[in-house]
């Protein structure tokens, strides 16, 4: 397949600079007001090979996310390990993880056994992410202002001006040397803002097998983008 096979679309701005972004099997090519089109083609054949392999990851991912469904018996992940999704008892009984599965009440749709366990993975995210952030914040001779969990699906973690730092609840199904890698990223944030060469030696000053752990966080990264997490 060639990129004139590809639907896109172009939106235009008085952006500098011409872009591709690909959501799903969305191709939007985003360029300046006065560039003409047969720029962009250029572009577009310049980009082909990028392009192209994008186009395939991101259509990969689609299917999976389509393909993922949770039930009872179905594994989740949980810092790193893969647990059962086991039926409790009796229908009041509140969804929990026993450090063994975890028990979600019977008698629920598909979906509903997903919107427990995303409960369930907020509180857990909750009571882990905070405390181990705060164990970890001497590391790198800081303290947060505060702790927070959301439900952000683009990005791990950021943080503020102010000092607090926010973690996607999805940060929690990571394995624990991920999760501290992106504990003390955001950490350091609070020291050097932007990605710097300061930034990663800092970060590497820490944790000197960074590389390993970015390259684990790769793999778990791909691996939760091809799945469907939306409730």
Not at 91 to 104: N, P, V
């Amino acid at each position: 397949m060639k990129y004139k096979d590809i639907e896109y679309t172009v939106t235009r701005s008085e952006r500098k600079t011409i872009a591709i972004h690909i959501r799903g099997s969305r191709v939007e090519v985003r360029a300046p007001v006065h560039l003409p089109q047969s720029s962009i083609e250029r572009y577009l054949i310049k980009k082909e090979k990028w392009l192209m392999s994008h186009l395939a990851l991101q259509l990969y991912r689609l299917e999976g996310q389509n393909a993922f469904n949770l039930d009872y018996g179905s594994t989740v992940l949980y810092r790193g390990k893969e647990y059962p999704i086991v039926r409790a008892a009796k229908s009041g009984d509140k969804a929990e993880f026993d450090g063994s599965a975890f028990i979600i009440p019977p008698g629920l749709t598909p979906e509903g056994v997903k919107a427990a366990c995303v409960r369930l993975y907020i509180s857990l995210a909750k009571e882990y992410l905070p405390g181990r952030t705060y164990e970890l914040s001497g590391k790198v001779d800081v303290h947060p202002n505060a702790v927070k969990i959301n439900s952000a699906k683009s990005r791990w973690g950021s943080c503020t001006s102010l000092g607090n730092i926010n973690f996607s609840w999805l940060t929690v199904m990571a394995p624990d040397d991920v999760i501290d890698y992106l504990i003390i990223h955001e950490l350091a944030h609070l020291r050097v803002m932007g990605h710097s060469l300061i930034f990663w030696s800092l970060v590497r000053h820490v944790l000197p097998d960074l590389k390993d752990r970015k390259s684990r966080l790769s793999v778990f990264q791909e691996r939760v983008l091809s799945e469907n997490w939306d409730v």
